[in-house]
């Protein structure tokens, strides 16, 4: 059995984390912590745990006691927060899956603008494998840290991905429309803004978002070239989930695009993987079909110069803890669908 950790059980994606875990038939959870008042017994922060789960929740990280119980530790921590651990955790020979934005980027300028603060783990910041499955699979499979991708970029790297590659679209002109449910701003965030949030329906920090460099980051790795876009999110009155709208233009004029529909392209390039659903034509995302789930549905619709790409995914899930357990079990060779079907 593979003894884990969770730093940070009481958040969204902790607590997602934790549900997944309990259903992992190779996974023994062996230590918690998070940021709470005192330390108490699991079931009591969730009564519903009473009789599955029998351990004590930390009120702050004890990296000691964390390395001797855990060989692997999910850091589900505010951005700016698992820098302060992940070195002494890989020091000891720790694997580390970090949900929060901390090793995401390659360009520290780039993290300190976005961020706001100096990251102070230089050694470690360019180490972090990038944890998107469908695209870095093999690099997953021998990580010792993983960077577990933001919720945003999920969807939008997977709803781009093929057209990208095959260099199909004019990179000057991408326009990302996402909107997502008020999870993805964390718990605090939520019950401070509770009255804003609910009925009502906004965008916010349009192009300045701090999932912006990572998304034209994975963009300009897939081109092989810079690639800047246009980036509006939106919250959405509703507890979970993520659905983007992607504008793009063909690099060359419709008479000179090869015949292969965008449509055919996706269902190819996502034939083998387990968790990208291509809808058939016609047929668009919605959100009362991924959530819930680690799935991230595609749907597409081909103009003659234009393409329009719909993808929505749980941001909880496949945007997150979901995910960050799909990187697990790559990591350890066990079967990838394993606790997230």
């Given amino acids: 059995m593979l003894k884990v950790g969770i730093i940070g059980v009481t958040g969204y994606a902790g607590e997602a984390l934790l549900d997944i875990l309990l259903k992992h038939p190779q996974v023994k959870i062996t230590y918690l912590a998070a940021k709470i008042d005192k330390i108490e017994n699991i079931d009591e922060i969730y009564p519903a745990l009473k009789g599955k789960l029998d351990l004590i929740c930390d009120n702050q990280l004890d990296t000691d006691k964390a390395k001797n119980l855990c060989e692997l530790l999910f850091l589900a921590l505010p951005h700016t927060v698992s820098m302060q ?16 934005a901390d090793y995401r980027l390659k360009d520290t300028k780039t993290y300190e603008q976005f961020y706001k603060v100096k990251h ?40 781009l991905a093929p057209l990208l590659e095959q260099k199909l679209i004019n ?23 509770e009255k804003e949030i609910l009925n009502n329906f906004k965008a916010y920090k349009l192009n300045i978002h701090q999932h912006m460099p990572e998304i034209e980051q994975e963009f300009s790795y ?3 070239k810079k690639i800047k876009v246009i980036f509006v999110p939106h919250i959405l009155p509703i507890e979970k989930g993520i659905l983007e709208t992607i504008y793009v233009r063909k690099s060359r004029p419709a008479a000179q695009t090869p015949s292969r529909p965008a449509l055919d392209l996706y269902k190819k390039f996502y034939a083998k ?28 619709k081909e103009e003659a110069d234009t393409v329009i790409i719909i993808a929505a995914i749980d941001n909880l899930l496949k945007g997150a803890s979901g995910q ?12 990838e669908e394993t606790a997230l079907r």
């Avoid at 651990?85 to 929060?100: T, W």
């Avoid at 968790?275 to 959530?291: M, N, T």
Wanted: net charge positive; with cysteine; aromatic share 10%.
């Fill in 120 to 159: 102070t783990d230089r050694l470690n910041f360019k180490k972090g494998v990038y944890g998107l499955p469908e695209i870095y699979r093999a690099k997953i499979k021998t990580a010792r840290l993983v960077a577990n991708p933001g919720c945003y970029p999920t969807a939008a790297i997977l709803a």
């Fill in 324 to 335: 960050a357990v799909q990187n697990m079990n790559i990591m350890y060779g066990f079967p």
């Fill in 85 to 100: 651990f992940v070195p002494r955790l890989l020091a000891a020979g720790k694997k580390v899956i970090d949900l929060s």
């Fill in 273 to 300: 993987e387990a968790f990208v659903r291509i809808l058939a034509e016609g047929k668009f995302p919605q959100l009362k079909d991924v959530v819930g789930t680690n799935y991230c549905d595609i749907g597409i």
């Fill in 171 to 193: 990179t000057d002109e991408i326009i990302i429309d996402a909107k997502s449910g008020f999870s993805g701003a964390g718990r605090e965030t939520v019950a401070k803004q």
């Fill in 222 to 224: 897939l081109y092989g």
